[in-house]
Nanobody, 115 residues
Framework: VQLQASGGGLVQAGGSLRLSCAAS????????MGWYRQSPGKQREWVAS???????NYADSVKGRFPISRDNAKRTVWLQMNSLKPEDTAVYYC??????????WGQGTLVTVSS
C-alpha cells in the first residue's frame, strides 16, 4: 500500500490550500480514510475522516474550515484547507480512519502558515 500526500506549501494566515492523497495497492473504495497532522514537538493528531460511502467527521479545531472529500474512481482523498491559521502549521498525512490499524505512514506534506 502506498499513500502519497501532496499539495502542501507556504501560505499566509487566512489563505487556502488543497491537499491530495493518492492511494495505490489497496481497494480504496472499501476503506474509510482520514487526514492527520503532526506539528513540531507534538504527537500526530487526527484532523478529519471520510467513510467509504462519504460520511465525514472533523476535529473541533478544523470543523467548518477543512472539508474532506474523496473520489473512489480516482483513488484519491482531498483536504480543502480554508481560513488557515498559524497553528495549522504541520506535516499532514493521510491514512485509514481512526480506530483501524493504519497502513505505513508516508512522507506527508508540509503546510506552513505564516502570520
Amino acid at each position: 500500500v502506498q499513500l502519497q500526500a501532496s499539495g502542501g506549501g507556504l501560505v499566509q494566515a487566512g489563505g487556502s490550500l488543497r491537499l491530495s492523497c493518492a492511494a495505490s495497492g489497496m481497494v480504496f473504495s472499501a476503506y474509510d480514510m482520514g487526514w492527520y497532522r503532526q506539528s513540531p514537538g507534538k504527537q500526530r493528531e487526527w484532523v478529519a475522516s471520510i467513510s467509504h460511502s462519504g460520511d465525514t467527521n472533523y476535529a473541533d479545531s478544523v470543523k467548518g474550515r477543512f472539508p474532506i472529500s474523496r473520489d473512489n474512481a480516482k483513488r484519491t482523498v482531498w483536504l480543502q484547507m480554508n481560513s488557515l491559521k498559524p497553528e495549522d502549521t504541520a506535516v499532514y498525512y493521510c491514512n485509514r480512519a481512526p480506530g483501524i490499524l493504519p497502513f505505513n505512514w508516508g512522507q506527508g506534506t508540509l503546510v506552513t502558515v505564516s502570520s
